[in-house]
């Protein structure tokens, strides 16, 4: 299993700011997953994250919106720019071992 | 990627055993079927996974029909900390090669005193 810890637990920001969330594993993983879940919705995968490479992006999220840095094996961040109301959820990263191990999220809420 | 049906939400008797069905009529032959559930405001916690045996360890067992047309989840003496959403995935290939889980809406669990 891993140990993994994001940064900050929660946050309330303005619209049209940035904010960047951290993730840490305990442990050196090659595949990290960024998600998002939305009020009341269930978890949507926004993109995959390899150490070493650019990240793979799902249908309907962008780079521009949501950039992600992997500059080592045990961390990453996922950035939300110009936020909106619409924003407003909780951010899970997720590790690749045996199975997929989460983090306890992100919650953001923007005003 | 194979979709998987639960029903929107069930009730369980503390102390007795809980039966969480899911249909995955679109499987393929080397899919996994696995088990999570999410807790509230917690990240989501993985159970248990199977191909086309019968798993069991700790937390529950899994019990996959033979056409592996649908599974069932089974907590065996649910408690009240069971309180959760259970999502059944199929496991499927992103984009880029990488593995992704594909979480529909779960079924939420109830657990009563």
């Known amino acids: 299993s891993a140990v993994i810890s994001q940064k900050p637990s929660r946050d309330i920001c303005q619209r049209g700011t940035s904010l960047t969330i951290q993730c840490q594993v305990d442990s050196q993983v090659t595949m990290m997953f960024w998600y998002r879940q939305q009020p009341g919705q269930s978890l949507t995968l926004i993109a995959t994250a390899n150490q070493g490479s650019e990240a793979t992006y799902e249908s309907g999220f962008v780079i521009d919106k949501f950039p992600i840095s992997r500059p080592n094996l045990t961390f990453s961040t996922l950035t939300v720019s110009n936020m909106s109301p619409e924003d407003s959820s909780i951010y899970l990263c997720?590790?690749?071992?045996?199975?997929?191990?989460f983090g306890p999220g992100t919650r953001l809420l923007v005003l | 990627d194979a979709k998987t049906t639960q029903p929107p939400s069930m009730d369980c008797a503390e102390g007795r055993a809980a039966n969480l069905p899911c249909n995955h009529s679109t499987i393929s032959g080397n899919e996994y079927v696995y088990w999570y559930r999410q807790i509230h405001s917690q990240g989501p916690q993985y159970i248990i996974h199977g191909l086309k045996n019968n798993e069991t360890n700790e937390m529950a067992s899994l019990i996959i029909t033979e056409d592996r047309k649908s599974s069932t989840l089974i907590l065996p003496h649910a408690t009240l900390r069971d309180t959760a959403v259970y999502y059944c995935i199929v496991r499927a290939r992103a984009r880029g090669g990488s593995e992704k889980l594909v979480f529909g809406k779960g079924t939420k669990l109830t657990v009563n005193p």
């Open positions: 997720s590790v690749a071992l045996e199975t997929q191990y």
